[in-house]
T-cell receptor
């Protein structure tokens, strides 16, 4: 089992729809969780971080965390073509030094 | 803004060559990382450093070494490049949580 698993996609949604991206992780002791966005040919950039169970909202983005289920998700409301990118789920390991990345989910938003 | 720079965006080397990839950050971060990114495999950690002259192996250190003589600079060395080391190499510098990435070096080994 991979340490951080994501559906590779591609996930295709129409403009204006909600895009839902999911991630599971194996390290039960992890306390810090992140979503990075990576445009084609570019390096990843942080868009959301979440540390406690529940929802965290930032503009059109909502991160959800359920530590009991070892599950993290990212919702993108009112999706725009500019949201088309690969989204990487990342988990800081129990020791606090290593961030483990998922392989990423490719999202396409159709105009 | 944090800035992480890498010495080259694109690099072409021949099998057996010694390759140096350099990374510099300007925010006085203690922790620095080298990853490689391959399609379908995501980001894989090669080495990281949490202080000057300190280094720790990541998940795929074989065929690589690193050097950190100054806090702002972290170098990745391919001792004898091989074709399976063709990849995108990303350097990152970090606060406690967020990783700031450099633009990446796309290395092709022929």
């Amino acid at each position: 089992q991979k340490e951080v698993e994501q559906n590779s996609g591609p996930l295709s949604v129409p403009e204006g729809a909600i895009a839902s991206l999911n991630c599971t992780y194996s390290d039960r002791g992890s306390q810090s969780f992140f979503w990075y966005r990576q445009y084609s040919g570019k390096s990843p950039e942080l868009i959301m971080s979440i540390y406690s169970n529940g929802d965290k909202e930032d503009g059109r983005f909502t991160a959800q965390l359920n530590k009991a289920s070892q599950y993290v998700s990212l919702l993108i409301r009112d999706s725009q073509p500019s949201d088309s990118a690969t989204y990487l789920c990342a988990v800081l390991n129990t020791g606090g030094f290593k961030t483990i990345f998922g392989a990423g989910t490719r999202l396409f938003v159709k105009a | 803004d944090v800035k992480v720079t890498q010495s080259s965006r694109y690099l072409v080397k021949r099998t057996g060559e010694k390759v140096f990839l350099e990374c510099v950050q300007d925010m006085d971060h203690e922790n620095m990382f080298w990853y490689r990114q391959d399609p379908g495999l995501g980001l894989r950690l090669i080495y990281f450093s949490y202080d000057v002259k300190m280094k720790e192996k990541g998940d795929i250190p074989e065929g690589y070494s690193v050097s950190r003589e100054k806090k702002e600079r972290f170098s990745l060395i391919l001792e004898s490049a091989s074709t399976n080391q063709t990849s995108m190499y990303l350097c990152a510098s970090t606060t406690y949580n967020e990783q700031f990435f450099g633009p990446g070096t796309r290395l092709t080994v022929l």
